[in-house]
């Protein structure tokens, strides 16, 4: 016979042997014992490379128990015109529990699995002993962050859904749940993150407006106990009260212990309208004459110029005066 190879098919961890010789048919050979039950313990061992090849070739794999040491080389091409399956078959005697198995992989990792129960039809993927898969990003509330996954692997998915690259972007928080498959879904892996972030940052503000426009009013503000904020070019605490400040818009940053995370709060301090008046003025012919005159502005301005004892018509020389209302005070010429 020649073209011989080496597999498993009645699947029971023992190699049989399908060959093809002179004569026109394939023979199948299958390893059993003569009353078809064997009292020795078995495992196989089929590799997934990530980083290296995806078949592994050029793998070898060490099976240590109780005490005695097993080697075998991932090979290909193995006999005429023929390639034997790529599982690596072991005998193990009587033990039950495999010490320890080792791979040094063709990209030169090695790793090392531990305690692996007899009759196990194995599948280790390349890289899997350390992966983890992570998820980073600043954490702070509205960010999103990148799921990272820690092989290559080409059909991806996340929570069901299909994914590619070695990263995926997240925009909320929650639990992420990759899966893995290799060879049409034959070698697996899957792992589980939560990612997490801090909530939106707390700030209310108590604002005391002035009577008049353009004055101080009295700022004040409450956040978490965590946090400080910036307000122009200070750092204040998370708490202050009667900080004199003008009306109008006004910006608080929030930054948390770390000073990472910082978020910007966008208020308008509200204020008194403006006075305002205007004086409708024919000019006088002559010097220091007497020419009519309309006021009015800002509440109809009927107490502005009550104030002044005004009449409409109003017969006025050029001046310069003041007047005050409500406690406010306002200039015109």
């Given amino acids: 016979m020649y073209s011989l190879a080496a597999c498993d098919f009645n699947q029971d961890l023992a190699p049989d042997v399908i060959a093809l010789g002179n004569s026109p048919y394939l023979q199948m050979l299958q390893n059993a014992t003569v009353d078809g039950s064997s009292s020795n313990e078995r495992l196989a061992v089929q590799l997934c490379g990530t980083h290296s090849n995806r078949w592994a070739i050029g793998a070898e794999v060490r099976v240590h128990v109780q005490g005695v040491s097993q080697l075998q080389l991932v090979s290909c091409g193995t006999d005429y015109v023929t390639q034997h399956s790529w599982k690596q078959y072991f005998g193990l005697g009587t033990a039950q529990v495999v010490d320890s198995i080792e791979v040094d992989w063709p990209s030169g990792l090695h790793e090392v699995w531990y305690d692996i129960p007899s009759g196990t039809d194995l599948r280790l993927i390349e890289g899997s002993t350390t992966a983890e898969l992570s998820a980073s990003g600043s954490g702070c509330a509205g960010d999103s962050a990148w799921l990272n996954f820690p092989m290559p692997c080409p059909d991806i998915s996340v929570n069901g859904l299909p994914a590619t690259g070695d990263s995926l972007a997240i925009y909320e928080p929650g639990t992420y749940i990759v899966d893995c498959r290799w060879m049409g879904g034959l070698f697996q892996w899957s792992d589980t993150v939560v990612w997490t972030s801090q909530p939106p940052h707390a700030l209310t503000i108590q604002w005391t407006e002035p009577q008049c426009f353009n004055e101080m009013g009295s700022l004040g503000w409450s956040a978490d106990s965590v946090l400080t904020v910036d307000y122009g070019d200070v750092n204040f605490p998370f708490f202050v009260q009667g900080l004199q400040v003008q009306g109008g818009p006004l910006t608080l940053t ?80």
Avoid: K
């Fill in 254 to 333: 929030t930054l948390d212990s770390s000073g990472v995370c910082a978020e910007l709060h966008e208020f308008n301090l509200v204020q008194p309208a403006q006075l305002e008046l205007y004086i409708e003025y024919d000019p006088c012919p002559v010097s220091r004459g007497l020419s009519p005159g309309l006021c009015g502005g800002l509440w109809g301005n009927a107490e502005l110029c009550a104030q002044l004892g005004w009449r409409e018509p109003l017969y006025v020389a050029r001046r310069r005066s003041s007047f005050a209302t409500p406690g406010c005070q306002w200039m015109y010429s």
